[in-house]
């Protein structure tokens, strides 16, 4: 099973931000409003057996952590491919939860696929529109003033977003579909929630 802890920011906030969205002159492939979400922690493929001792575990965390108060705020990319929106506000009780989440594994969990940085993704780059990095053509050879990433402009508009305020009470156990969501990409299921109760 492909899973994840993640907070899950409420309507109103998603709406705010498809908004802001909505008035972004630009063509990446937006990510659905029903899958945005602050990911805490990655598990990787866990074997189904394995699921009772994760909540088990994920339970004692969210007796552990209180809420937080949060608010999304401007937006960068991750390379070409990743169009983000950060987060801002109990930025610290936020990776202190993450950091928890990751240790409730049952399983160790690859160091690539452990959080980095809170954040909601918003949009990939569509097919096709993604170049080699900036001073690279597509061999690898250093050019001069190379392509600028067709996330860019999106990155630019979004900047200057600042949401609205709100309170995280939860956070949820959820499991990733590949390939069986809108326009191919993943559907999410909410395994399990947790209020913060601490």
Avoid at 113 to 139: F, S
Avoid at 146 to 174: I, K
Avoid at 179 to 184: D, S
Wanted: aromatic letters at 6%; a neutral charge; charged letters at 25%.
């Amino acid at each position: 099973m492909r899973l994840f802890t993640a907070v899950i920011p409420p309507t109103s906030v998603k709406d705010h931000l498809g908004l802001a969205v909505d008035g972004v002159p630009a063509s990446p492939r937006w990510v659905p409003r029903e899958n945005l979400h602050i990911t805490l922690a990655f598990y990787a493929d866990l074997p189904e057996g394995t699921v009772p001792e994760l909540c088990e575990e994920l339970s004692d965390v969210a007796r552990k952590h209180g809420p937080i108060d949060l608010r999304l705020r401007g937006a960068g990319s991750f390379g070409a491919r990743v169009l983000w929106i950060g987060v801002d506000g109990g930025t610290r009780a936020l990776k202190d939860l993450a950091t928890d989440c990751l240790v409730a594994s049952p399983r160790e969990v690859p160091e690539d696929v452990k959080p980095h940085r809170a954040h909601v993704t918003v949009a990939h780059a569509r097919a096709g529109q993604v170049r080699p990095p900036r001073g690279r053509d597509r061999w690898g050879k250093r050019t001069v003033g190379g392509p600028r990433s067709p996330l860019e402009p999106a990155a630019q508009a979004l900047s200057v977003y600042a949401g609205p305020d709100w309170t995280a009470d939860s956070f949820a156990l959820v499991e990733s579909h590949p390939g069986e969501g809108a326009q191919g990409g993943p559907r999410y299921e909410i395994v399990q929630t947790w209020a913060l109760e601490g």
